[in-house]
């Protein structure tokens, strides 16, 4: 689950982590208040949209205009970014040509920086461990850092067993250059950063930039958080920060069927049980010419009711001119799953190839039910064939249109 940088910047305050002054807007009016609620005389107006590069973006309205982060130095200049960027889109290279409407603002008091940096707090699966990543080039896309000058990324792992400990710290501090009283306010906020991570379960926290400013204190003038959804039921704080209006509608809804669900580019609609069975499926359906539309896992428990709001959101993308389901029962039995695809073929008025791969429990149940739904369901005895079959009938379907 991801939030704004302004909810990240709350949190990260509670840790102790040093971040400059700042007061979310809802509206034009609450963002000059805002500015006169802050010290001043500078101050930087922020769309809040849960993507990156905000600052190069554009507004729809006015493509040559400035983007979504701006300096201003008055109350009124605070008033006309706030109009310029409230109730309009934004179109960022995270966002895509259709943007994201702006819906809230930051405002936040501007500080004097000396220098930029990257960090970041991820999970290595490779080790297994927490891992620091910071870089002296702050403010840039840590892909194209690593791509074009990976010398300068340092990575720290974090034992699990001793947690962060003041020499991890300093080696983070070491390798930005920073010393003396820069030094001490990094190793702070380097382990405060650690503690936000590991308690509030989140699954990424990116500070770019991280600043040192004139009076050699370390902040985080910027903040992106993601979070853990597995662990979101002992975060009630971090759950209630969830804005809905920020989520793909038909990634909202599976999430509210608790189903594992993220959209695609291609055209064949996919509903598998199990994470590795979705991305083997996916693997297969491009090794024979297609293009997936989507990953969704229904999970080895779901029911009909499940099963059907799954394929209504296959469905809902106009862009899926086919569907493989590939189930393999174990506690999933493979009549449930028939009786779901049933329901909600009948419901939508299936339109698309649909191919069935089915195997394990209750596999017969199953098979006999489709075979007696009198819906044209494509059946496949195995995931080649029903990779094959889904392919090709998407294709025939592309040609008839």
């Not at 700042?22 to 107006?45: N, R, T």
């Not at 693997?283 to 394929?311: C, H, Q, W």
């Amino acid at each position: 689950m991801n939030i704004h940088e302004y909810q990240a910047k709350e949190l990260l305050e509670k840790y102790g982590v040093a971040v400059p002054k700042g007061i979310p807007a809802m509206s034009v009016e609450e963002a000059v208040k805002a500015a006169g609620d802050l010290p001043g005389p500078l101050y930087v107006v922020k769309s809040q949209i849960h993507a990156g590069g905000r600052g190069a973006g554009h507004f729809t309205n006015n493509p040559e205009g400035k983007g979504g982060v701006r300096l201003c130095k008055t109350a009124d200049e605070v008033k006309d970014a706030a109009e310029a960027m409230i109730g309009n889109t934004l179109v960022t290279i995270q966002t895509g040509a259709e943007g994201k409407e702006v819906q809230r603002l930051y405002v936040t008091d501007g500080v004097d920086i000396e220098k930029e940096y990257y960090c970041s707090v991820v999970l290595d699966r490779g080790t297994s461990r927490v891992t620091f990543m910071v870089s002296t080039e702050g403010g840039m896309d840590i892909e194209e850092v690593a791509e074009h000058s990976p010398e300068k990324i340092t990575h720290v792992d974090i034992d699990p067993v001793t947690g962060i400990m003041p020499f991890h710290a300093r080696k983070l501090a070491f390798a930005l250059g920073l010393e003396k009283d820069a030094m001490k306010s990094a190793v702070k906020f380097f382990m405060s950063l650690y503690k936000a991570f590991v308690e509030l379960d989140a699954a990424i926290v990116e500070i770019n930039p991280m600043i040192v400013t004139d009076k050699n204190e370390v902040m985080a003038l910027d903040a992106k958080m993601n979070f853990d959804e597995n662990a979101l039921f002992r975060q009630k704080m971090v759950a209630e920060m969830r804005d809905e209006t920020e989520e793909d509608d038909a990634e909202r809804e599976a999430t509210n069927w608790d189903l594992s669900y993220v959209s695609m580019d291609g055209n064949i609609g996919c509903m598998v049980n199990g994470a590795g069975l979705a991305m083997s499926t996916m693997d297969i359906i491009k090794l024979y010419g297609g293009d997936p539309a989507n990953f969704l896992d229904v999970g080895g428990g779901a029911t009909a009711e499940r099963v059907t709001a799954a394929f209504k959101i296959i469905l809902s993308d106009p862009n899926v001119q086919g569907i493989l389901v590939n189930i393999f029962g174990g506690i999933m039995k493979c009549d449930v799953i028939a009786e779901g695809v049933i329901a909600a073929a009948k419901e939508v008025d299936l339109s698309v190839p649909l191919v069935v791969r089915l195997e394990g429990t209750n596999v017969e149940k199953g098979k006999e039910l489709m075979a007696n739904s009198g819906l044209p369901i494509i059946a496949a005895d195995d995931l080649d064939d029903a990779a094959r079959k889904v392919v090709d009938a998407t294709k025939a379907a592309q040609a008839a249109a």
